[in-house]
C-alpha cells in the first residue's frame, strides 16, 4: 500500500512539474520525455547530473533551433534511488531529430547515461501552459 501511494505522489508530482516548468509560455506547447531510472548501486545523483548534462549539451548544438532542457528529478518521499529525466523539447520534430542522432559521440555518451543508471520505460507528452 505505501509502494503505491509513494509511487502516485511520484507520478502526480512529475506531472506538475512537467507541465508547470517545461512550458515556456501560455501559447507554448511542448514535447516532454519521461524516463523512469534507477541509480546503479556505486553512482550518486552529481554522476546523473555530469552525464545528463554532457547528453544536453550534445543534442542541443545537434538539433537546429536547440531550445532542448533536461531535469532530474529526484525523489523527495519514496525509493531514495529512483530519479526520472524530463527531457523537454520544443517540438515533436525536435524529439525526432535528437532521437535520430546516431554518431560516435552520441553513443558514447548513451554510454556513460547506461553507467549510471538503468532507466526501465519512458513516455513522451505533450505540455501546455495553464
Given at each position: 500500500?505505501k509502494?503505491a ?35 546503479k ?7 546523473v ?9 550534445y ?14 528529478l ?37 554510454k556513460?547515461?547506461?553507467?549510471v ?14
Amino acid at each position: 500500500m505505501k509502494k503505491a501511494v509513494m509511487k502516485v505522489l511520484m507520478l502526480l508530482t512529475t506531472l506538475v512539474f512537467a507541465t508547470s516548468v517545461m512550458a515556456a509560455g501560455a501559447d507554448e506547447t511542448r514535447v516532454v520525455n519521461l524516463w523512469q531510472c534507477k541509480l546503479k548501486e556505486d553512482k550518486t545523483i552529481d554522476n546523473v547530473h555530469a552525464a545528463n548534462g554532457k547528453w544536453v549539451k550534445y543534442v542541443n548544438a545537434q538539433v537546429a533551433g536547440g531550445d532542448i532542457h533536461s531535469y532530474v528529478l529526484q525523489t523527495v518521499v519514496g525509493e531514495a534511488r529512483s530519479f526520472l529525466y524530463a527531457d523537454s523539447y520544443p517540438s515533436l520534430a525536435a524529439w525526432e531529430a535528437a532521437s535520430a542522432i546516431e554518431t560516435d559521440e552520441m553513443k558514447a555518451i548513451d554510454k556513460g547515461l547506461g553507467e549510471v543508471a538503468d532507466c526501465a520505460s519512458n513516455t513522451l507528452h505533450r505540455s501546455k501552459e495553464s
